[in-house]
């Protein structure tokens, strides 16, 4: 009997360090992206930064919500990557330097923080990645004149950068503009629906 508690002693700490390192780990994204309302009441402090994006740069919650269900799906340690190889040799390859919920690769994110003086914001901090949306497309409006409600160009401009959607080089790339109207659609989508949310 006292042999059977001393062993399990040790499984029982593994598993109590399982579940802390689970919780220290990146947030959880929401159990749907189809439903503006239910992420609110999961995600309230989510909404809160958004809300205050919105106020400051002008950016409504619904482009943002949908800017980033379309990069990131949610989720806070996103990186686009490419397989290579195969079987035991196989691994994960970054395509760029993008990551976070926001997607912002290390050059712009840089820009964005001494721009803004928020030297101490992460990529992986959901608030400082709907700060980095708001100021990008504020300065996106300033540049090219998208207006911040028009989530169609703002994509494009924020897929292919301010000078690169000046040059339009977004009418080379065939799938990007199915890409922004998905976009656009999904920000309708989510307009409509946050009228309805009670707590909103």
Known sequence: MT????????????????????????????TTVADACRMQEEKPRWFAAMRNTEEKWGVPVSVQLATIARESSFRADARPTKRVGSGLFSRDVPLSSAYGYAQAIDGTWQGYMSETG???ADRDDFSDSSDFI???????????????????????????????YARGSYRKKTWLPGVARDVQNWAAIYQKQLTTCSSY
């Open 134 to 164: 708001g100021w990008y497309m504020s300065s996106n409006a300033r540049v090219n004149g998208v207006p911040v409600t028009d989530a169609y160009n703002q994509y494009l401009a924020y897929h292919e950068g301010k000078a690169g």
């Open 118 to 120: 928020r030297s101490g």
């Open 3 to 30: 042999a059977g508690k001393g062993r399990g002693r040790p499984l029982a700490l593994l598993i109590i360090c399982a579940i802390l390192s689970a919780c220290g780990g990146p947030e959880a994204p929401p």
